[in-house]
């Protein structure tokens, strides 16, 4: 048994916070779109007032996220990667609020990546500290920037951030290819065919894409299907990346939403991998984790 406490996941678009009892359970909980970047002059302590003032001031809240980036409340160093549950308690950095509520922030991880040089997280190792119970290994959590996380003896060992999200966002409403878009109405057919599009040919993202123009000019696909089919070739050419030197038997849990994550699940399953979504609460119980071996819960 923990004790309760106020779970805050708060990321770059978007704020969710979370009351927890003792037993793990959520009691209650509120979400809003007032990611870091929504909140003006620093005003991240009457944000957080305003959305959960009438709960307990005694509890302890424990928020992980983009909160702890340079952007954020408290900019925190970046634990070094591989890590574990131990290693993530001990960066805890503790904050007492105008108010009177003790903030526990937990920081994010850096990786030194061999293709890149670094790689960095916020909030999504947290996730995976939630569900260590389920036995994986290999776990996706989709987003603006998706990451691919690897675990080994209870220790995040290795990640990879994708651009994913943000790409298609750029590709969808501020480049011509957006033009002939109807809708953002899912499309699976439309979708699987740009996912078939990337699996065949991942390195030819760039031309790849161009396709999402010109099947609308002549009439090949639907305005109505277009936005479907360049997720998929997003998607898709971030699939065959991430998967690149993974044993073919390998199984993999989507941490996200019930909507991006069942897109994630349904691609994966089309390219012949094994993809189930993990628990929607896997924050919570990461936090808890992580805070009770800090001795805060």
């Given at each position: 048994m923990h004790k309760s406490f106020i779970a805050l996941d708060w990321g770059t678009t978007s704020f969710r916070a979370y009351l927890v009892g003792?037993?793990?359970?959520?009691?209650?909980?509120?979400?809003?779109?007032?990611?870091?970047?929504?909140?003006?002059?620093?005003?991240?302590?009457?944000?957080l007032e305003s959305h959960i003032g009438g709960w307990d001031k005694t509890l302890p809240v424990v928020a992980s996220g983009m909160i702890t980036s340079r952007?954020?409340?408290?900019?925190?160093?970046?634990?070094?990667?591989?890590?574990?549950?131990?290693?993530?308690?001990?960066?805890?950095?503790?904050?007492?609020?105008?108010?009177?509520?003790?903030?526990?922030?937990?920081?994010?991880?850096?990786?030194?990546?061999?293709?890149?040089?670094?790689?960095?997280?916020?909030?999504?190792?947290t996730q995976v500290f939630g569900s260590l119970e389920s036995g994986a290994h290999h776990f996706v959590a989709p987003g603006t920037h998706s990451k691919w996380i690897d675990v080994a003896h209870n220790k995040i060992i290795r990640f990879s951030?994708?651009?994913?999200?943000e790409v298609f966002a750029l590709l969808r409403n501020q480049s011509i290819l957006g033009r002939l878009m109807m809708s953002d109405t899912d499309d699976e057919g439309a979708f699987l065919k740009g996912v078939d599009k990337a699996l065949a040919d991942p390195s030819?993202?760039?031309?790849?894409?161009?396709?999402?123009?010109?099947?609308?000019?002549?009439?090949?696909?639907?305005?109505?299907?277009?936005?479907?089919?360049l997720s998929g070739i997003v998607i898709g050419t971030e699939i065959a990346h991430a998967t690149l030197n993974n044993d073919k038997a390998a199984k993999y849990m989507i941490l996200a939403s019930a909507g991006i994550g069942a897109r994630y699940v349904l691609a994966m399953t089309h390219a012949g991998l094994d993809a189930v979504m993990g628990d929607p609460l896997a924050v919570t119980k990461g936090e808890a984790a992580i805070a009770h071996e800090a001795g805060v819960i």
């Amino acid at each position: 048994m923990h004790k309760s406490f106020i779970a805050l996941d708060w990321g770059t678009t978007s704020f969710r916070a979370y009351l927890v009892g003792a037993n793990g359970a959520v009691k209650d909980q509120f979400a809003s779109p007032e990611g870091i970047l929504a909140v003006k002059d620093q005003g991240f302590e009457a944000v957080l007032e305003s959305h959960i003032g009438g709960w307990d001031k005694t509890l302890p809240v424990v928020a992980s996220g983009m909160i702890t980036s340079r952007q954020g409340w408290i900019e925190l160093a970046y634990a070094e990667c591989p890590a574990g549950l131990s290693d993530l308690a001990s960066h805890i950095k503790v904050h007492t609020t105008a108010s009177g509520r003790t903030i526990h922030f937990i920081t994010g991880m850096h990786y030194k990546s061999a293709s890149i040089g670094h790689d960095v997280m916020r909030g999504e190792e947290t996730q995976v500290f939630g569900s260590l119970e389920s036995g994986a290994h290999h776990f996706v959590a989709p987003g603006t920037h998706s990451k691919w996380i690897d675990v080994a003896h209870n220790k995040i060992i290795r990640f990879s951030s994708y651009m994913t999200g943000e790409v298609f966002a750029l590709l969808r409403n501020q480049s011509i290819l957006g033009r002939l878009m109807m809708s953002d109405t899912d499309d699976e057919g439309a979708f699987l065919k740009g996912v078939d599009k990337a699996l065949a040919d991942p390195s030819g993202f760039l031309h790849s894409i161009f396709s999402a123009r010109t099947l609308g000019l002549f009439d090949d696909m639907r305005g109505e299907q277009l936005a479907s089919y360049l997720s998929g070739i997003v998607i898709g050419t971030e699939i065959a990346h991430a998967t690149l030197n993974n044993d073919k038997a390998a199984k993999y849990m989507i941490l996200a939403s019930a909507g991006i994550g069942a897109r994630y699940v349904l691609a994966m399953t089309h390219a012949g991998l094994d993809a189930v979504m993990g628990d929607p609460l896997a924050v919570t119980k990461g936090e808890a984790a992580i805070a009770h071996e800090a001795g805060v819960i």
